[in-house]
């Protein structure tokens, strides 16, 4: 599911903060739902951990960045891979080894289906 996005001002504009010169350029922000899922040790992720809530259901999202004026796209991380199993021996002992904190996972569907079921043809991205 590809949702789309506001983005909440402070005080300051966000070129002030940033020192951003002015443009009529604009890049749209889509946040991705890799439809990820995963089970993990919450505190590694979350800090205090109150009691009774030391596990942790928490999803991994990806970010659709768009140029209009350049037509470019553009994809900010691209979640966990479907077949997570097959990740270099190395990876797979991070996320699923046995000090591993993620005990569970589920990813149903590829970033590539994500993208088409949104409507994004993922061959457009640059």
Same mark, same amino acid.
Request: charged fraction near 25%.
């Given at each position: ?9 402070? /005080? +300051?504009?966000? $070129?002030?903060?940033? $020192?951003?010169?002015? %443009?009529? $350029?604009?890049? +749209?922000?889509?946040? &991705? ?10 505190? %590694?992720?979350? !800090?205090?951990?109150?009691?009774? /809530?030391? &596990?942790?259901?928490?999803? %991994? ?5 768009? /140029? ?12 966990? +891979? ?7 021996? *190395?990876? !797979? !002992? ?5 000090? %591993? ?5 589920? &990813?149903?569907? *590829?970033?590539?289906? &994500? ?12």
């Amino acid at each position: 599911m590809i949702r789309k996005t506001t983005i909440l001002r402070s /005080h +300051r504009s966000i $070129n002030e903060m940033a $020192n951003i010169p002015e %443009s009529d $350029n604009v890049v +749209r922000v889509k946040l &991705v739902d890799t439809t990820t899922a995963m089970v993990g040790v919450a505190e %590694s992720f979350v !800090q205090p951990v109150a009691k009774g /809530h030391e &596990v942790i259901n928490f999803c %991994s999202l990806a970010f659709l960045l768009e /140029h209009e004026k350049l037509g470019k796209k553009a994809m900010f991380d691209l979640g966990v +891979r479907k077949d997570y199993w097959n990740l270099p021996k *190395g990876a !797979q !002992q991070g996320v699923l080894g046995p000090d %591993s904190v993620i005990f569970g996972m589920s &990813v149903p569907k *590829g970033i590539d289906e &994500v993208l088409t079921d949104g409507g994004v043809d993922p061959e457009s991205i640059d």
